[in-house]
């Protein structure tokens, strides 16, 4: 039986200094290049959100993610992932229905508990409150994507007998992130399906979803893999380096793998190549991989890479995209 897998992009739309170009130029090349991804053969394109970041890490996926509605006609579009305890649920819930309606079911919305204090102290919540932020959340936008009258009242939310209109007809699926076991743990029990970072914690979720009485066979994993593929991946590995040393630390400071305090930085490029989540892979090297890892996981219903990385010229993303479509992706595809 033929399988289908999905291949796509990840963006995150950061344009940090010294690499720091005007915000127009990145959107402007960002939005014909995910044009181009889609002629060339990609089928998903993925949005992250961060908020108050110097290098304007994007805090409005949704609004992109109707602009790239706009210019493409087959792609699927999600986020991975918005920081849903910062957010009004009914809100997302109109916004995502909308986004729904205007690309004729393409949307998919996934979302992550957070991490980062700044951010929560800004929008008036409070770390501690994420787990209840979140599970009162995904019930108030499942309650409104269903066309249920709210009615909710929680420990953080309440809404009285309001309906989301206008209604989709494609409902998105609503997927959500994380890395610690109790967030994967509350992925198996009321999520369409796990967003992976870098394969980190795949085997949890299998194992969650059968401890909830559901079938690992059942499970749908969204990954957002890591890898760099190039046709010269030792010369990739010099020009994408401190590329790669900026996010990986970055990320670190902020508290994504653990408490910025105690969690060490990479001391330089290499290091954060060698030891990070990235793996440097040439075509023959990308096709035997992703063969292996979508044969080992029939779960994984979508595979999505860095387009770049923070500063990357787009161009030089745009490089490796073309390598992969055309001499990754059909291989792989026939291989499934």
Not at 68 to 73: E, L, N
Not at 118 to 142: D, K, N, T
Not at 156 to 182: C, N, Q, W
Not at 233 to 260: C, D, R, T
Request: with cysteine; hydrophobic share 40%.
């Amino acid at each position: 039986m033929t399988r289908s897998v999905n291949f796509g992009l990840w963006y995150d739309f950061r344009n940090p200094s010294p690499w720091q170009v005007p915000f127009e130029t990145l959107y402007e090349g960002s939005l014909d290049q995910i044009v181009e991804a889609e002629r060339l053969g990609f089928d998903s394109v993925w949005i992250t959100e961060h908020h108050f970041c110097e290098d304007g890490y994007t805090p409005s996926p949704l609004v992109i993610a109707a602009a790239i509605g706009a210019r493409t006609q087959r792609l699927r579009i999600g986020t991975n992932l918005m920081i849903l305890p910062l957010h009004n649920p009914v809100r997302i819930a109109e916004d995502c229905a909308t986004l729904s309606i205007l690309t004729k079911g393409r949307f998919d919305l996934g979302v992550g508990i957070g991490y980062r204090e700044l951010e929560f102290e800004q929008f008036g919540r409070q770390l501690s409150h994420r787990p209840s932020l979140m599970e009162e959340a995904v019930s108030i936008i499942r309650r409104a994507w269903a066309g249920e009258k709210i009615s909710f009242e929680g420990k953080r939310f309440s809404f009285g007998d309001i309906k989301v209109t206008p209604l989709p007809a494609h409902t998105p699926r609503l997927y959500i992130g994380g890395m610690a076991e109790p967030a994967i743990d509350r992925v198996a029990r009321i999520a369409d399906g796990f967003l992976s970072t870098g394969g980190i914690g795949q085997d949890l979720y299998l194992s969650a979803l059968a401890k909830h009485g559901k079938s690992p066979a059942d499970g749908v994993i969204i990954a957002g893999h890591w890898a760099i593929i190039s046709d010269d991946p030792e010369k990739e590995a010099a020009a994408v380096g401190p590329h790669a040393l900026y996010q990986s630390n970055q990320y670190i400071e902020w508290g994504a793998f653990g408490p910025p305090q105690t969690t060490p930085r990479f001391p330089d490029a290499a290091s954060a190549l060698a030891q990070g989540l990235y793996e440097l892979w040439d075509g023959d090297t990308a096709v035997r991989k992703l063969t292996d890892l979508l044969t080992a996981y029939p779960q994984i219903k979508d595979v999505h890479f860095w387009a770049q990385l923070p500063g990357e010229p787009i161009a030089a993303g745009q490089r490796r995209l073309e390598y992969v479509a055309r001499h990754v992706l059909p291989k792989v595809r026939a291989a499934l």
